[in-house]
Every structure is written in C-alpha cells, then in structure tokens.
C-alpha cells in the first residue's frame, strides 16, 4: 500500500485489501473512503469486506464509488464535506489513486484549486477527469 499525502489531513491511495486497514488506522487516520464500484476488476475485495475491516479497526468507512462516466458523482457533496473536516483525516482509494485526487481537486474552491492543481500534477497524477471543471 502506498500512501500519497495530498495535504496534511487528504491522502489517497491505489486499491487496499482488508489487510490493509489495520495499518490504515495505525497511521492516524479516521475516515477511509473507497471510490471504486464493486466489481470493476476482477479480484478487487468487495465493499462488504472493506467496511467489515474498517469497523473492527475503528475507521469510519464511506463507499462513494464514481466512474469516468458519472464524474464527479452524485454523492460530490458528501465526499467533499469528508476532505474538509481537518479533525477526522482521511484516506480514499480508487484503482490506482488517480480518480480520488481527481475529486480532491474537483472540491477545493476557487481560491484553492490552482494550488491543488499544481499539487496533483507535481505528484504525476492525471487530471483529465477534472479538466472539465478547471476552464
């Protein structure tokens, strides 16, 4: 599992197993939000099992799962309210890492987009799925 800080309370990360959580709680943070739908790989662990390891381990678990096609998703306002509260830091994962720092950027506001833009790229992510909203 790598884990890329975003800022001081946003990181996210590539697919995690259940085995992964534990260690996800050990590094301090308290919501753990999955993006990926169930399903969109063969192998991928399933939601069910995700939430499962995320309520032994004391995690608040969110399944916010968002595709190309419904970016940034109908739950876009649930997610962003999650990466502003700096009391409860969060991790989200999708496949790759791509498609969370996507939505991070999508919620910062004007005053903070270019800066989280900047952030993105500087770290190699792609931000085709924002692009859109950046004109």
Same mark, same amino acid.
């Given at each position: 599992m ?5 800022t001081d309370?946003?990181a996210v990360?590539a /697919?995690?197993?259940p ?10 943070y308290?919501?753990l939000i999955?993006?990926?739908p169930d399903? =969109? ?7 069910? =099992?995700i939430?499962?390891?995320a =309520? ?6 969110h399944h916010?799962?968002i ?8 739950h876009? =306002? $649930?997610m962003?309210d999650?990466l502003?509260?700096? $009391? ?13 720092t996507n ?10 987009? $270019? /800066?989280?833009?900047? $952030?993105?790229r500087?770290?190699g ?7 859109p909203?950046?004109?």
């Amino acid at each position: 599992m790598n884990i890329v800080k975003l800022t001081d309370t946003v990181a996210v990360s590539a /697919q995690i197993t259940p085995a992964n959580v534990a260690d996800v709680a050990a590094a301090g943070y308290k919501v753990l939000i999955n993006n990926r739908p169930d399903g =969109e790989e063969a192998g991928q662990p399933g939601s069910a =099992e995700i939430a499962a390891a995320a =309520e032994a381990a004391g995690l608040e678990y969110h399944h916010i799962p968002i595709t190309a096609m419904n970016f940034p998703g109908p739950h876009f =306002e $649930q997610m962003s309210d999650l990466l502003d509260d700096a $009391q409860r830091p969060v991790l989200a994962f999708c496949r790759t890492g791509t498609r969370c720092t996507n939505l991070w950027v999508a919620s910062r506001d004007e005053s903070a987009r $270019q /800066q989280a833009v900047d $952030q993105a790229r500087q770290l190699g992510y792609d931000l085709g799925m924002v692009a859109p909203m950046l004109s």
